[in-house]
């Protein structure tokens, strides 16, 4: 519970995103300079990016880095707008369906009527940025 009396809907931190214009010398640097190492790489066309997840220590969080497939991705707009950086803060979620409609009952904005297929067959879903305060948050319901 939080202070409010609200039960949090979050298990975790999953993963913080960041947007980069060169997918292999943001992976370089990130190896190079803080020894981290790939977990997981894919393409993800529903998505239009290029994407690694790369584990921090033994948290079970991790950093993403989204490098844009085609120049009409949100990851493409994102970069146009404001260049390389934090693109998002996602919470891990053990039951998706059911914490967007709980989100959606408190007068959250998500992007998506039903969770899409995230990395590594992960479920997710994306609250507008507008209600939350200008992050965009993404939640992760692991694949099982």
Not at 74 to 93: E, K, N, S
């Amino acid at each position: 519970m939080d202070v409010t009396g609200t039960q949090t809907l979050f298990e975790a931190i999953d993963h913080v995103g960041i947007a980069v214009a060169d997918f292999d010398q943001a992976v370089r640097f990130y190896a190079d300079t803080f020894g981290m190492t790939v977990a997981h790489e894919e393409i993800n066309e529903d998505q239009g990016v290029r994407e690694a997840m790369l584990s921090v220590g033994d948290s079970g969080s991790s950093i993403q880095l989204l490098a844009p497939i085609s120049p009409d991705s949100p990851i493409a707009r994102f970069l146009t707008q404001r260049g390389p950086g934090i693109q998002q803060l996602a919470y891990r979620v053990r039951d998706i369906d059911t914490v967007s409609a709980t989100l959606r009952e408190r007068g959250a904005i998500l992007l998506y009527d039903e969770a899409r297929r995230g990395t590594a067959g992960s479920r997710v879903n994306f609250l507008h940025p507008r209600s939350t305060g200008g992050v965009l948050i993404e939640l992760v319901e692991p694949a099982s």
